[in-house]
């Protein structure tokens, strides 16, 4: 396939891509981290070989991002943009080979005034990345097929971002499937089963994988798992529950704008038909429908991100624009019509998930959030199909998981001051969840009386279990033992005393469950005594975001874990 002076994106769409990208650096770095996003720094501070439910790939990623420009909001987000920049040139590069420029240009467009798009082009978690790679490896095997005679550089390159992208989120691996599935299902390309190539490309795949399975070796294969519990096929066998399935599919509309899903949903539906014929509207459709299949399947009986089937629709997306120019000349004007009005509200959309407070600002009531202790009745969907004004004001924002923590750990921060004084030395941290641990570990200022023995200690840390739940499992704790003194006795026993430097000391227990009246069991087993000694809303512009409760717990005495 030579390449053609056409080949090259046009200067006005490269100019718009430049501008849009240096737009999504100002905002990415002004606003607060994730919770995911804290929790992921923390592992980039910590590199292994693997982690509890992910690949190396993120925390390498952060290491590279901070190890430039710091550990600072824009240090972990720097690359987001960059690769939505990347994704985007990938994308026309990958429709302009199946169609034309025309239909890569529009695809470009419709990508970037996504909503789900926009919100991975703002914050850096593993969808960036595993989209970037997920659309790298789709182009170097869309290569490959145009030069099937040879092995060549193509298919090797393409195992490469298959297995890179499987180091960052599991389910690139599902393009292994999309492929196979097409060369069965393609006369054209059925021919290739017999060459290497394909072959080629699973043994550098393979070899991708071993941080992986070198690191579960060593652990108990807790990441296979975690990924069984993760898709509810733990328990309760596959009971049916349409409820979830709705659910799922009504945040697909919210997400990827109403209108313009309902393209994506018809594109691959239109697609998926064409699977036999060796063409870029089949290569394109294989690389949607497993991947979209198998999550809407297990939203059957349990609801699932709305972010997992992200890479099978933007697989697709260069459908909807080359079937809206195929439409016929009769329904043209229709189709013009509602293309405008479907990247219309995208745009809108996308712009409000830029700033929700925009809505605020107009007059519009939205909760950040949902006071749990207000004693206010749940609302029913009846009550809500009474009320739709009201709709906003009762449904929390969704960007609520990136506000506040800031906020909140200058209030914790104040406490462990004034607690640590009091008791006339330093003390420890214990979250509640795993995600408020990483924020506070984030946000809290460095000159606290924390105890911590060493930098491989998290600042705050979560409550022990007899399992491991999440990556603090693995890192160093306030259960941790250093060293153990047996001193005997005068009728010949022996009494165990275990050392570290956490025995004896007094602890915060911090939770944003606001329903919470005492510390977890497995917490109050490990101390003398607790007591609640604050309960704290924290507000923005006047609004609940989020309730905290901080329990103070007495004289560590060790973990019976």
């Given amino acids: 396939m030579p390449r053609s002076p056409d080949d090259r994106m046009p200067g006005f769409l490269l100019a718009g891509l430049l501008v849009l990208t240096a737009a999504r650096l100002l905002i990415a770095g002004s606003n607060e981290l994730s919770e995911d ?40 987000r720097a690359l987001s943009p960059l690769l939505a920049l ?63 005679a040879k092995v060549g550089a193509h298919w090797p390159l393409a195992g490469l971002m298959l297995g890179l992208g499987f180091l960052c989120k599991y389910t690139n691996a599902l393009q292994i499937l999309s492929l196979f599935l097409l060369l069965i299902c393609s ?7 017999r060459k290497p190539g394909p072959y080629v490309m699973l043994g550098v795949f393979a070899l991708c994988t071993l941080p992986v399975f070198i690191w579960n070796a060593g652990n108990d294969w807790i990441t296979f798992t975690h990924l069984v ?64 299949a198998m999550y809407f399947i297990l ?77 206010a009745p749940e609302k029913s969907v009846g009550d809500h199909l009474k009320a739709p004004h009201r709709l906003l004001e009762d449904t929390p924002d969704f960007s609520a998981r990136l506000i506040g923590w800031r906020t909140t750990a200058e209030h914790v921060g104040r406490y462990v001051e004034a607690f640590a004084e009091d008791r006339g030395g330093a003390v420890f941290l214990i979250a509640n969840r795993y995600q408020s641990a990483a924020a506070l570990n984030f946000y809290l200022p460095d000159n606290l009386p924390l105890i911590r023995p060493d930098p491989s200690y998290p600042r705050v840390h979560t409550p022990e279990s007899a399992a491991p739940q999440h990556q603090f499992s693995f890192w160093p704790s306030y259960a941790q033992v250093d060293s153990v003194d047996f001193t005997p006795t005068t009728d010949g026993d022996t009494i165990r005393n275990e050392i570290s430097p956490f025995m004896g000391q007094s602890a915060l227990y911090v939770t944003d469950d606001t329903k919470r009246q005492s510390p977890p069991e497995e917490v109050q087993r490990g101390f003398e005594r607790w007591e609640l000694v604050d309960i704290t809303n924290i507000l923005r512009r006047g609004h609940f ?17």
């Avoid at 009005?341 to 995208?346: F, P, R």
């Avoid at 329990?551 to 973990?559: I, L």
């Fill in 187 to 193: 006369r054209h390309w059925r021919p290739l089963l």
């Fill in 229 to 292: 519990e993760r898709g509810s096929l733990d328990s309760g066998g596959f009971k049916v529950k349409p409820s979830e399935w709705f659910t799922y599919l009504g945040g697909h509309f919210i997400v990827y704008s109403p209108l313009l899903f309902a393209g994506l949903l018809w594109a691959t539906w239109k697609g998926a038909r064409s699977l036999g014929k060796g063409d870029g509207v089949a290569f394109l459709a294989a690389f949607a429908v497993p991947i979209v």
């Fill in 545 to 561: 975001v989020r309730g905290l409760k901080i329990f103070a717990c007495y004289n560590y005495r060790g973990s019976d874990l």
């Fill in 37 to 76: 996003e804290t929790y992921y720094h923390m592992w980039s501070q910590r590199l292994d070989w693997s982690y509890y439910s992910k690949g190396p790939g993120i925390a390498t990623a952060l290491w590279a991002s901070t190890s430039i420009f710091g550990d600072t909001s824009f240090g972990v």
């Fill in 86 to 148: 990347g994704s985007s040139v990938l994308v026309w590069r990958l429709a302009r080979s199946a169609f034309d420029a025309r239909v890569a240009a529009w695809t470009v467009l419709l990508l970037n005034l996504t909503p789900i798009f926009n919100a991975g082009a703002l914050v850096m978690t593993i969808d960036p990345l595993s989209i970037f790679f997920w659309l790298a490896a789709m182009l170097c095997l869309w290569r490959a097929l145009h030069r099937s």
């Fill in 299 to 375: 939203a059957l009986k349990k609801s699932g991100e709305l972010n997992w089937t992200a890479p099978g629709f933007i697989s697709v997306a260069a459908l909807l624009p080359y079937f809206w120019r195929r439409a016929t000349a009769g329904s043209q004007r229709r189709h013009h019509r509602w293309q405008t009005a479907a990247l219309a509200l995208a745009a809108a959309l996308s712009l409000l998930l830029m700033n929700t407070d925009t809505l605020r600002a107009a007059g519009i009531a939205w909760s950040y959030g949902v006071d749990d202790t207000a004693g």
